[in-house]
């Protein structure tokens, strides 16, 4: 069965085919081309909605080309087009939900529409050997911090889930108080390797709480009153350069105590023995390094994505679609795309 997927949830256009050939270990990502927004974005400081949808429809006939051809095949060969229905910002998720029940419609072929949260969730899963299993999901992204207890597709249970700030969030708005470029995960992630995280101990709220909730709010008003006592102009550009390291190192390694900790209380309560981490988050080079390290010691299995498949990418949404498609469960062409869609069969916690 031979998949293409679309995502344009956000500042990526991707387009990727995806293939299960009966009898093989695990499907074959043909083609995952992503064409990314983030310099147009940088400029503003975040993304711009407007934007992000007009790019997307500028962008995605050549990202859908390039896709097939570097996957070898035709769209007539795809058996199901699959495409981001949400969470999302409403004008980006349609410009790719649209082209993909066209091309369903065009072709003759089944349309899936799939849950963005969903994608990232399955995506350790694509290059990983036994295919999917049951186990505990930690979701890291902009927009979303999730803990899933993962029964199998479509068996979800929302466990834990940030009461504010998402991780990423978090990273991006600390980020741009000190002035780093937008998407500020990866500045901090860079400027960190070269800093001590022990010279400033920020918050790690509800760390030692017994639900599996999170807030990362606290973060940046925390980082805001450290600012004017290091200099009295409070601006981040009078800072040295160590001490600017010294502070990303802080901040990325109170995200990193929080996730950790919670992830294992969660592990516990769940008694999964495989920890999935997913979302843009997730290619953090410490939260890899220590993540690797704490589920050695406890005898966890840690499935992660290649870095490649941790932000924004649609071979995350092709997968999530051909598990779909191969359980005979595809969408009507007039499912509505939804901004703030929930984790279908997620039963959440009151
Ligand atoms: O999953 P994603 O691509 O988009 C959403 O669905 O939100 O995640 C983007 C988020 C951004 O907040 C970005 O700053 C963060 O992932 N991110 C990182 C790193 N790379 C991306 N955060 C920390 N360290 C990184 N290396
Ligand atoms: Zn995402």
Redesign the pocket.
Known sequence: MLVLGIESS?DETAVALIEETPGEQQPRVLSSVISTQIPLHRLYGGVIPELASRNHSTNLPGVLKEALEKAGRSIREVDAFASTAGPGLVAALLVGNTAAKALALAAGKPFVAVN?LEG?MLSPFITHPGGLVPHLGLVV???HTLIINVQGSGNYELIGRSRDDAA??A??KVAKMLDLPY????E??KRAEQGDPTRFKFPRPMMHESHLDFSFSGLKTAVLYTLPKLVPSGNPNDLDEQTMCDLCAGVRQAIIDVLIHKAMRALKQTRHRVLAVS???S???ALRRQLAERCKRARIELILPPNSLT??NAAMIAFAGLLRAQAGDFSSLDTPVDPNLKLAGAQTRA
Do not use: A, K, R
């Not at 998407?183 to 990866?186: E, S």
């Open positions: 956000c963005h990232h992204s902009g927009g990423g969030e990273f991006d998407p500020g995960g990866p901090i992630d979302g843009g988050v290619c953090n080079s932000t924004d």
